[in-house]
């Protein structure tokens, strides 16, 4: 009789280790995925600023060039 408890006291303590460890891999998986999401994000993040600072360049140098183009105003408006 003692050595079937000391078998069911084993067992339930390797099936706690077991979930345990489940949960603490499990863990690491998770962090591994939002640490990957995060720089993604990140990364995506500082493409936008420098399409923006393209974008604002290119603007500034076409408004630039079309101040050049424009004809003088005969009724002198803004």
Known sequence: ???YLIAALAGLI???AVYARGRVVGAKLERTANNAKEAEANAK??????????????ADRLNADAGKLRQPDAYKRK
Do not use: C, K, N, Y
């Open 45 to 58: 993040e500082l493409q936008d600023v420098a399409a923006a600072g393209a974008a604002r360049a290119d």
């Open 14 to 16: 390797s099936l706690i």
């Open 1 to 3: 009789m003692t050595a």
